[in-house]
């Protein structure tokens, strides 16, 4: 059991690290899309969005790399374990105000699954990276 | 001194850092980042701005994509609905409306629902018709024109 645990969070970081570099490229290759499912949540005007369309990516991309680091690994956990809390609560707030959005996720593909399953994943991911940011707290540096 | 990494706000600094360097050179170097403006952004191929249309006037049938429900409130004057839950009951009223040279435009809430850009893909492949566009910035931007 504790050596299931063990492999688990030694490989956790890189299956996570993994989605949000591809998350993050195809986010950079398209952001006229992306900007487009961030204005769709209807929570930022336009401004805003553009800046998050400019961000996200490269938040996705580098904390995504750093997370197969060992020296970056809590810092970058901590960052996406927060940026998904926000889209979580993105998404349950789209859900309640009955908005017919993409959700952005993998490169404004328009893609549009519902909403539970939008937000399973999503808290999947927190539940990951929160179990990430806990192991390196506790791991001597 | 040397910079060092011991320090968890240090590492902070550098992944921010390392974000806005990304991000910077997605601004500058890649062609497809959007305009800081909507106005400054040209309608797609398959859009047509509101300008365009009210200026063809007589030539344009106008098609509302949002749940009925969202069309009985209030539409475009002359618009008819046509959405993918109710296709089959909606779409004999639209290819009765259309006369050859018409363009058919089809809006949605604004620019970011999807609705409108589906119920036109599947308009120009099921019916073989052309000239079926969407509305750039959807039934919002008939609003604030309305405004």
Redesign the interface.
Known sequence: MATARAITLRLLPWIIGGIFIWAGALKWMNPAALLADIEGYRLVPRGIAWLGAALLPGLELVCGAALCTRVFRREAALILWLLTAVFAVALASAWLRGLDISCGCFGGSGARAGYPLLIGRDLLLWAGLGAIVFAEGKSPR | MIFT??N?RR??A??IA??????L???LL?P???A???DRVAPAKDEMALDEALSRAGGILWVDARPVAEYAKGCVPGALPLNEDAWDALLPAVLSAWRPGMRIVVY????????A?EVAGRLRGETGLADVFVLKGGWESWQRRAQ
């Open positions: 990494l011991n968890p590492r902070l550098v992944l390392a974000t806005a360097f990304v991000a050179a997605g601004i890649n497809r980042f959007p800081w403006t909507e949605c809430d604004s620019r970011q629902c999807r609705a850009r």
